[in-house]
């Protein structure tokens, strides 16, 4: 079997401090994009455009509704 490479262009980052490490602590609610924002990274979103508005949808065979007494 061949040892798996990362595509070209890119790179592994792997933890500092093992989870089975005496120096790691637990912390609950950790805001992951927050640490990764530390090291210069920012979310793909940032740079998309905002999403297009909503199309109303007029379906004449669709009718409403009516209360049944």
């Given at each position: 079997m061949t040892k798996w490479m990362p595509p070209e262009g890119t790179k592994i980052t792997m933890p500092s401090v093992r989870v089975t490490s005496e120096n790691f602590k637990y912390q609950r609610g950790a805001d992951v994009q927050a640490t990764?924002?530390?090291?210069g990274w920012t979310p793909p979103s940032v740079t998309l455009p905002?999403?297009?508005p909503e199309k109303e949808v007029n379906?004449?065979?669709i009718k409403p509704l009516r209360a049944v007494k």
């Open positions: 990764w924002r530390k090291a905002p999403p297009p379906l004449p065979f």
